[in-house]
């Protein structure tokens, strides 16, 4: 299984990237945010950073770059995208997810280990987790503040397309204390209606090693990886 990583000008967690699609056996290919061709890849990773130093708005330039013309192809045929941290931003301004990530309500950039819950395990990306499994993973951003309009926030609730929310760190909820960025809903991450982009603002590729305080986002990455390999 080949698993694309793109590399935009400002991209600082691409390497991280990497380092996680190779611990769980996947082939990473590096593409350059000018390349058009996705060279084979099976699956496709935004990495975090600050792709063309957040100019005009976290994402905006970025979602205009040649690659984004392949990725947002792939997605629409059904193959599986992540996009982690400035990657979430870049997938909703690409409109592959609805919503925006504006600016943290603290007017702070957060960078701290939060306590997510896993929402649903009914989705590639989730699937060797357990339904309500708390987890320990880094976040870095600015801009992690999860927005929709009323209507898209109850069709990602009703629609079990919620993946991971804030919550305390016994797993329960309470909006105000545990979320760090003032998201709508607590909410740390979603996918589309077909179940197969994904865009969170927490980095489970800082999070594969207990060693290093956390190896809560390696079961991402080996759920990935089995789904397509399979």
């Known amino acids: 299984m080949k698993v694309g990583v793109v590399t935009f000008p400002g991209s600082n967690c691409d390497d991280d990237a990497v380092a996680a699609v190779a611990a769980v056996g996947a082939v990473p290919v590096r593409l350059w945010h000018k390349a058009h061709d996705l060279q084979g890849a099976d699956a496709i990773v935004l990495p975090g950073g600050f792709s063309y130093g957040d100019y005009l708005r976290a994402g905006a330039i970025a979602r205009f770059a040649p690659i ?123 996918v589309n209606t077909a179940g197969n982009v994904l865009g969170m603002m927490p980095h489970p590729e800082r999070a594969l090693d207990a060693a290093l305080g956390s190896a809560d986002g390696l079961p991402l990455f080996e759920g990935l990886f089995a789904t397509v390999s399979a």
């Open 68 to 190: 984004m013309r392949e990725v947002i192809a792939f997605a629409e045929r059904g193959g599986p995208v992540i996009g982690i941290c400035n990657g979430f931003q870049i997938l909703c301004e690409a409109q592959l997810l609805p919503g925006a990530l504006l600016r943290n309500d603290s007017l702070q950039f957060r960078s701290e280990t939060v306590a997510l819950r896993v929402e649903t395990t009914a989705t590639r990306f989730t699937a060797r987790y357990a339904p309500g499994q708390v987890l320990r993973i880094p976040i870095a951003h600015g801009d992690g503040r999860y927005t929709a309009d009323a209507g898209t926030l109850a069709a990602l609730e009703g629609d079990g397309r919620v993946v991971f929310r804030y919550v305390r760190p016994d797993g329960t909820r309470d909006d105000a204390a545990a979320t760090p960025n003032g998201a709508m809903h607590a909410i740390a991450g979603i």
